[in-house]
């Protein structure tokens, strides 16, 4: 469980120094013009993905998120019910969501 914790917090140092880049690519709408917004949407989203990136249950890797103002997008593959379920959970209680659209698929 220590080894865990450590690759965690280390994986998560990455992830915060890397966070420009991955804000970049992976944020919000090509709609949003104004900068304010641009970045409110961006961090949204990687609060998003942090959090399902901790969850263990959940193979966060097969699960795109992009943000819209407070609206967030979860969309690709889960393996089962439950685990689209959790990723819908987990997205509803980062702060600065207001609403969650369900696109997610799952896998036979």
């Known amino acids: 469980m220590k080894k865990f914790a450590v690759f965690l917090s280390s994986l998560i140092s ?8 991955l804000m970049s690519g ?9 900068p304010v917004s641009y970045v409110h949407s961006s961090s949204i989203t990687f609060k998003v993905k942090e959090a399902l990136l901790r969850d263990r249950q959940i193979k966060s890797s097969h699960i ?21 379920e959790r990723a819908v959970n987990i997205t509803r209680h980062v702060n600065g969501v207001g609403y969650v659209v369900d696109q997610l698929r799952i896998k036979d």
Do not use: M, N, W
């Open 14 to 21: 990455l992830l915060l120094v890397c966070s420009p880049i």
């Open 26 to 34: 992976c944020a919000s709408h090509r709609y949003e013009k104004d």
């Open 64 to 84: 795109s998120v992009s943000t819209y103002q407070d609206t967030v997008t979860l969309s690709g593959y889960v393996f089962s019910e439950e685990e689209r």
